[in-house]
T-cell receptor, first 116, second 115 residues
Framework: GAVVSQHPSWVICKSGTSVKIECRSL??????MFWYRQFPKQSLMLMAT?????????EQGVEKDKFLINHASLTLSTLTVTSAHPEDSSFYIC????????????FGEGSRLTVL | AQSVTQLDSQVPVFEEAPVELRCNYS??????LFWYVQYPNQGLQLLLK??????LVKGINGFEAEFNKSQTSFHLRKPSVHISDTAEYFC?????????????FGTGTRLLVSP
């Protein structure tokens, strides 16, 4: 089956530094990937839609300058949290849309970011 | 815009008992429906999906769900749960409004299976 890989699984960083999270589709090409944020015991909040070869589409309230998304190839999208602060600590999950006809998503394993 | 409601934030159940996790959606157009499961500190895994055809859909790990268009529901069921079924379950919908390109998730239901 389809596999989406996310790296790193865990990251701890100091306040003010930037962190990059990678999302790869391993056995299919994904023109569209999605980045979600999940707070403890809550649902997934869609942050942005990553489009290969073009700018990402951000959801309302998400700072595009803080959460930089790059989708340079059909198998890789990256999320960079710039100048991270403790309130950015969260679980970030990427997903890829393999079936454009249904919207079915395949998810990465998630990345837990802790900003000290 | 469509929305998904999972009324139960947490469902405690004993091992080998049946369980139903409720999901209702609001949409006046065509929809596709999904159930995902999330184990601690992991991403989401697809349990089952309804696209068309039979309204009773069978998924992995013995789960099934029934699409009820008149009640706009897609409840998830399992006749006998295991301890390993303890996880967070998310219902999601895509609709023709967005060309089925975007999934909208419910708030999730935590299934707690105890011995």
């Amino acid at each position: 089956g389809a596999v989406v890989s996310q790296h790193p699984s865990w990251v701890i960083c100091k306040s003010g530094t930037s962190v990059k999270i990678e999302c790869r589709s391993l056995d299919f090409q994904a023109t569209t990937m999605f980045w979600y944020r999940q707070f403890p015991k809550q649902s997934l909040m869609l942050m942005a839609t990553s489009n290969e070869g073009s700018k990402a589409t951000y959801e309302q309230g998400v700072e595009k300058d803080k959460f930089l998304i790059n989708h340079a190839s059909l198998t890789l999208s990256t999320l960079t949290v710039t100048s991270a602060h403790p309130e950015d600590s969260s679980f970030y999950i990427c997903s890829a849309n393999r079936d454009l006809n249904t919207g079915e998503l395949f998810f990465g394993e998630g990345s837990r970011l802790t900003v000290l | 815009a469509q929305s998904v409601t999972q009324l139960d934030s947490q469902v405690p159940v004993f091992e080998e008992a049946p369980v139903e996790l409720r999901c209702n959606y609001s949409s006046s157009v065509s929809v596709y429906l999904f159930w995902y499961v999330q184990y601690p500190n992991q991403g989401l895994q697809l349990l089952l999906k309804y696209l068309s055809g039979s309204t009773l859909v069978k998924g992995i790990n013995g789960f099934e769900a029934e699409f009820n268009k008149s009640q706009t529901s897609f409840h998830l069921r399992k006749p006998s749960v295991h301890i390993s079924d303890t996880a967070e379950y998310f219902c999601a919908v895509s609709s023709s409004n967005t060309g089925f390109q975007k999934l909208v998730f419910g708030t999730g239901t935590r299934l707690l299976v105890s011995p």
